[in-house]
């Protein structure tokens, strides 16, 4: 393996580290690299077995060299006061005001006032522009001497992660062997594989109705607003798992950053498709790019598996930042089976972590069918854009299909008492006359009760639930806080 390769499994820092003298972190860094160089130059010969113990050894010292850099790598303030210093004993003795050397520099006077307080790292460009300013008589050695923020070794920095063992043409397989087979149902996972199917998801959920009846009726504000008085003012981890087009996220994470003075956020959008992760990523890193207090990161992979993402799993208690699990587009209620969802997915989650979701709640106390047939203005909808999209893979992988059509089935036999939900089911129809079925997709209405006594049950406990409404064809909803308890049971997050 090239040295260079196994390093890059590193997520990277937004700071650059070349600060004079070694930092405990620096000089960690340092031999946690050399040691991963030396493993990397170990040779295991042909032996099978040696070989895949000297790739899981490598393996081991990257996670370790990751764990160093999620709980130790420097944070900007520090470096942002100290050149603020500098800088404002030299414009003194230079006699300026903060306005000439803006206007000098060609900066902004804003971003000269940020840099004195030290609350903006310097960013190189605007070290090369200080300079310039010859009455400033900036000394190099001494500039150089402090870090800087490297906008563009940042910008080029690995952004873009594959989990381990995930492969999505596999997966497509598994999907397409299922389409052929004799029907049933299909993970919802599968319907956002292929691009065509990303694409016909993004149109849905682009629809003007869709984004007026829903999107836009989101609590984006009272959510952040609500995490911030929970968490403070600390560096947040947002994981948006299963992000889509990464509007909604997006959304949350800019009044994430308006709740805080001084914010720092790592933003990690996680979702099986690559088409839409492509699609998210690039939203978030335009709304982002300019910002050095947001680090952006797109992780392929499958949130079934969440706890094998090493990366996303350090101690927050020891890091002084907070992990928030994000779930928003009502993504909970297409999921099988949502206790075995919470306590499966979320096992690597640490005391202290936050989980936010958003999910379609009962128009009625009853789950009688005939009730229900009445009640909920889905059944009598037209499904032609969830035709498009779902019954598209069927059109592109079962062979010999001659038509397709969508209908919608309740289902009342959910694990969460008092909820029901509503299944897409697909029919192909083949030659011959002969059909076949499958449940392609389902959406949920919860008892918010028993959603919160279900995660209650696996030590999450409620901080905050938002109700929301949209357009009259579309369940009350809410958006759903929750903090992850300290101790077993009982106790209550702090
Ligand atoms: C209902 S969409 C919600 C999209 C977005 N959050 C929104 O608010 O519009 C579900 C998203 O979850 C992703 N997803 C589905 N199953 C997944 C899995 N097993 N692992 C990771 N992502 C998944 C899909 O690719 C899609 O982006």
Redesign the pocket.
Known sequence: MHAEAAFSSEFPSVLADDTLEPSPYQAALFHLRQGLQALCDLSPGADAAKREEHGQLVALQKQVLQLLHIHFAPSGEELGARFGEVLRHHRDEAGLTQEQLASYSGLSLSYIRKLEQGSKPPARTAVLALCSVAELKLVPSEITMLPAVREYSYRLAPNWYVSPNFDSVQMLHDFAMQLNGGGGSVE??YV?LDHKSALDWIQL?NAPGYVAGFRECMPHSGIARRLREVVGQVGLDVIA?????G???VRLVQQLLEECERPNLRFYL????QP?LSRAFKHAADTFGDDPNVFVCGIQ????QLPRYMQLHYTPARSHRRRVYVM????LG?IDNEPQFFQSAFAGAAPGDLLVFDAGLVFTDSIDPAVLQKQDPALSKSLEGHLRWLGGPIRRYCHDVQDVSLSLRIDTKRPLAGSYGLQFIAEATLPGMQTKEFCMWQVRRYDPASLVQCLRDFGWEPIGQIPFSGSRARPPQAAFLFQKRHGRSGSRPT
Do not use: I, M, R, W
């Open positions: 919802q996972t956002y959920c798992l299963g992000p889509g087009d509007k909604s996220e996680f979702d099986v498709s839409l992979g499958n949130f079934h928003l587009g009502a993504t297409n």
